[in-house]
């Protein structure tokens, strides 16, 4: 099993914007809390990220987005579209040719497209036709996260407060732009050195951290270190303001360390070479 030296943990964001402060990176060493990464300028931008991925060397990193978006109960992500991907790499570059002249990594080009919104839910009540019904179609781990506790959105959703499919279509650009600079767990094999990413829940590892269902959005320094001190570790580096995004990466950061070194997240029994080109898997899972 392949060992890191270094954790860091991505709390994303697909808002409309040059400079997120929805983005919070944290990074841990092997031994020691998690630590705020402070972005060039007074927030992160989106291709800051990208510039700052392929640098973290031997670093195991965590985003909180969705990877990619549901194939398996359709046999396709676009059933009915000509241009529908056949895997996830594909859907990635789809969504990034689409939205090329959209700045900041930017996304709502491809939503607004005469075919692809018809299987998105937007605001202003504007509903494709090929949305689906109720809450919209999952990924085969979306389905499997609810047994943990977890209650992911759909994707195809970009309506309320939880929906994750702005963030997680920008990413998917980002993803594209990487070019496989750094592999992607387990669209890509783990590789033998070098950085490598994952999708993680931060609510799953606030869960671990003992953060109860429901209260997880920490924004003191009291909570954060109680919550570390859950996952074995000491208290952080006072910070100069706290806010949701930024303790749910050092959570985040914290518990993929300990969360790393369990082989069978690395091996679930439900992942087949089907989903690893498609769906992709959420880490923390089995």
Not at 128 to 157: K, L, Q, W, Y
Not at 161 to 187: C, D, E, I, N, Y
């Amino acid at each position: 099993m392949r060992h890191f030296e270094r954790f860091a943990c991505i709390d994303w964001s697909g808002a409309t914007g040059a400079f997120q402060p929805g983005i919070a990176v944290a990074v841990c060493e092997r031994g020691g809390p998690p630590a705020l990464v402070q972005s060039q300028g007074q927030h992160w931008s989106r291709e800051e990220v990208l510039h700052w991925l392929p640098e973290q060397g031997d670093c195991l990193i965590g985003f909180d987005f969705s990877a990619s978006l549901p194939f398996v109960d359709a046999h396709a992500f676009f059933p009915g579209w000509s241009e529908s991907p056949p895997d996830a790499r594909t859907l990635w570059a789809l969504v990034d040719r689409i939205a090329s002249d959209e700045p900041n990594l930017g996304a709502n080009r491809f939503v607004d497209h005469p075919e692809a919104s018809r299987y998105f839910r937007r605001h202003g009540g504007r509903t494709g036709d090929r949305f689906g019904h109720g809450i919209g179609r999952m990924r085969v781990i979306e389905s499997a996260a609810r047994t943990a506790g977890v209650t992911p959105t759909s994707s195809f959703n970009l309506v309320g407060a939880s929906q994750v499919g702005k963030a997680s279509l920008t990413a998917m650009r980002l993803l594209h732009q990487l070019g496989g600079r750094v592999p992607v767990w387990p669209f890509d094999p783990v590789p033998e050195s070098g950085p490598l990413m994952v999708e993680l829940y931060t609510s799953l590892a606030a869960r671990a951290a003992g953060v109860p269902k429901g209260r997880s959005k920490l924004r003191d320094a009291q909570s954060l270190d109680a919550a570390l001190a859950a996952l074995g570790d000491p208290p952080h580096a006072a910070l100069a303001r706290y806010d949701d995004h930024i303790t749910d990466a050092m959570i985040g950061a914290a518990w993929l360390r300990r969360a790393a070194g369990n082989e069978a997240l690395w091996h679930p029994t439900a992942l087949t070479p089907s989903l690893a080109r498609t769906e992709g898997w959420t880490f923390g899972l089995s």
